[in-house]
């Protein structure tokens, strides 16, 4: 049985062992662990202090920073709680692609091969001018807009496929293309889900 | 004794009862629930499943959606993983502040009384313009610009300090307000350990 | 024999009478006029000046935006001078829609009557983020991302329409309204223009 | 006696010679001249096309960037009228240098030694960045934000003389850093003389 928990921005895998529960001491011990103490050190102390029980290892470390897109867009007085979650789900997307490509771009630009990464810096820098304007378009709910937002949506997610098609060219050679590719996916994703998400109008 | 963990964009609350551990499948029906069903149907479910042992609150509902700023800037040639956190916290709470700016501007305007509101949307799409231009420049690391960086970051505390001081103003009446405060406060913060943590130049 | 002169982003057109030459003096009178004066008045001191020599009328007051965009885009490398003017002048459209967007959703805000501006002034702010998005990717000559051109000037037109019918509404009202509807109907044009100049692919 | 005028953004010096008036036929062959061909030979024809009466040179050949920004914001109520001009021109000149950023970013990346414009290239992008963000708090004229304006006006013309600095280094070379540095000064000044006409508050 295995147990998944997101602590501090990384995410906590909990194996039990020897079908025994898992004592409170021992996840506040990992956890302070964590938080105190780098991951390393954090795995052999989480080793030592299971006592045949349970362990706990760093599954992965994305960080998780905390958008506000859905709180406030919540307390918007014409949403008033009933949110639009693939079109919030889309904001978050966005900004963050956009910052993915604005980042690989510049990556790109540092690297000995740059002139290999022509076409590559120039699809991000594209495909980060659609994220923020979409994103922000996506987060206005007065009054309405609906074939801009449809429009926008729409040129995103073709801006989105055309970088990720180009980054995943060069994801073997460079991790930021690779992660960069991973951004624009999950962008263009969202985009699509959110056009279904609309009422045609 | 409580442990509080995050799960699915949720914080968890546990608390021991009767001094004795939580069992895995305690643990589990519960997130299984907070996975599958709304937070007061698991909160009951969460109740009547917990033996008297422990038992289970939504504490808050911050969604947390991934940004990629520390993976890819890690991956850049010129930073070789050795990144600058407190830079990389701070283009993270650009990109939040800069949404919740545009997202409280529009929900101010749909607010029946805008008018007194006309400075606090001002000040809101004016920070947003600072923010995104600020986790741009600070997003790239080929070669320098510290000066650059600097200057933008400093406009950028000032654009949040100002629009943190108007939106406060109206946290009482306007929750969107209030989130907002919330979010130029930590972004004004971040700007400030990030210009703290750049060597003079 | 028609002259026609630009002074002051006006277009003031001189015709000969009587075979005779223009008097450097006459000249300058009249642009002293068009400098200091209303129009109206220049046309009278024009006409009352002119000794049945020539005459001088505004022809046109169409502001154009002049910007360095076509002389950059011109010495591209992979450009060679052979521009697509139609493409540079919807660049130069889109910065002055944008900029017209976010000065006429400026002074929506400051009107007594902002609650009933409310739509105009997120029209405004929507088509300004298309606009400049549009613009940023228009600029681009390396490599090639047709298909991302041609999404975002769909989606800039659909946005400068939007805003145009908007504003239009208010223009007998005001005057931001009725400028801003102008530079929308002249964007919206330029990016119809732009789109049918390139070549489908 | 010297008369100035503008046409295809070229500002245009008549003197008149010898006392006598300006024919229609010199200024239309001059005219024509200035349209269809480059302006050395210009000058060279208007020259032995001016039979000792009056001669025509070209005064300069910056383009000026002429938007709606000054007709829409002295519209604004809270402004009628009474523009701040330096911080109009501000305005104007931060779009033109923020696009004359992005298409000699772009230019720079299409050039064969682009690993040598990295730096040229990520400072034009951090101007880009500056500019735009500038040039929409610089049009804001609701409430009041002084302090963020002298903020922004600060970081842009750290900005424009950072970019400016390293497009010279290059203009030998490159067209587009040669026009692109010209127009990083012009929003440089501009910043500097938008800055000094704000009352310090």
Sequence with gaps: MV??????EETWCFTQGEGQGI????IVCRIMAANHEGSRRVQRRAASASHGRAWMT???ERRKPLMHAQQIIATHPQVKGNTN?????????CYDCGQACIACADAC????????LAQCIRSDLDCAD????????????TGSNEAVIRAMLTACETACRACAEECERHAGHHEHCRICAEACRACER????ALRSMQPG
């Design 58 to 60: 760093r599954h992965h």
């Design 3 to 8: 147990l998944s928990l997101v602590f501090r």
């Design 85 to 93: 979650d693939a079109l919030i789900r889309c904001i978050e997307q």
């Design 23 to 26: 004592q409170p001491r021992d």
């Design 109 to 116: 630009l540092g690297e000995d091969m740059v002139a290999q």
């Design 190 to 193: 969202a985009c699509g889900e």
């Design 130 to 141: 659609a994220c923020f304007a979409t994103g922000a378009v996506a987060s206005r709910r």
